[in-house]
């Protein structure tokens, strides 16, 4: 079995680089709650250690020696913290390195068996933007581990049709939705479009800012992912009128 935990070479890090990647650290655990669901250490103190680092490192730099213990402390603390957290992420691994990079940490060994495709993207919300912009929507889901691409297709007027689907290869595929006539029969009577607009956005985050809508539009978001073991199944759709 591989073993795959936290590496620790952070603690070898200069100064200056040490603050930022702690930060690094801060958004990965913070803002994957339903990964890391049970932190150490709190998000507050956690950036508290963070702020102290950077303040009592100001103050030696520009006190002198009499300003070193506290300095001391406070990289100490903030090493620390770094180290109890790392623990903690070692212990929801379980053989998969993606838990730490999601995290921030780097992974002690690369995952040498095969990469499992996504599952089916989770808790997909879509939002107005939160200073009421015209035009703008915000699409967002649940974190997956390994997922390295979240990929969100917006729809204008109505959801996907059925005849957009992921097959088992991993393709997009778009079936004809109209039927093909025969030779010398007549041509089928041409059916309206309800779906005004596609939007795909292939960006790696999962947050999705679309912008220039159309105002009191219905909009819908569906979610996939992709990683090196594949694309996974669509979401369910989720849908806002736009402001």
């Known amino acids: ?13 200069p100064i200056a680089e040490r603050p930022i990647f702690a930060t690094g650290i801060k958004d990965g655990i913070y803002g994957n709650p339903t990964i890391f669901m049970a932190p150490p250490i709190t998000a507050a ?20 020696s009499a300003q070193q213990p506290a300095w001391n402390a406070a990289n100490t603390a903030l090493i620390d913290a770094l180290v109890e957290t790392a623990t903690y992420v070692n212990t929801l691994v379980n053989g998969d390195e993606n838990v730490v990079i999601l995290a921030g940490y780097k992974p002690s060994k690369s995952h040498s068996s095969e990469v499992a495709k996504p599952l089916k993207i989770q808790g997909v919300t879509l939002k107005r933007d939160a200073d009421e912009v015209s035009g703008t929507l915000i699409a967002d889901c ?99 009128v736009c402001l």
Do not use: H, W
Request: glycine content about 10%; aromatic content about 8%.
């Open 142 to 240: 649940t974190a997956q581990v390994g997922v390295k691409t979240y990929v969100c297709i917006l729809t204008e007027g109505a959801p996907l049709p059925s005849n957009v689907k992921i097959n088992t290869a991993g393709q997009l595929v778009v079936e004809s939705s109209s039927p093909i006539p025969t030779p010398g029969s007549p041509s089928p009577i041409p059916q309206p479009i309800q779906m005004e607009r596609t939007i795909i956005d292939f960006n790696q985050n999962r947050r999705k800012e679309f912008t220039a809508l159309t105002p009191l539009m219905t909009y819908y978001a569906t979610f996939f992912g992709i990683n090196g073991g594949g694309v996974g199944s669509m979401s369910d759709a989720q849908s806002v």
């Open 1 to 13: 079995m591989i073993v795959i935990k936290c590496l620790l070479s952070f603690k070898k890090l």
């Open 45 to 64: 103190i956690f950036e508290g250690l963070i702020n102290n680092f950077t303040a009592k490192r100001g103050l030696y730099e520009n006190g002198g």
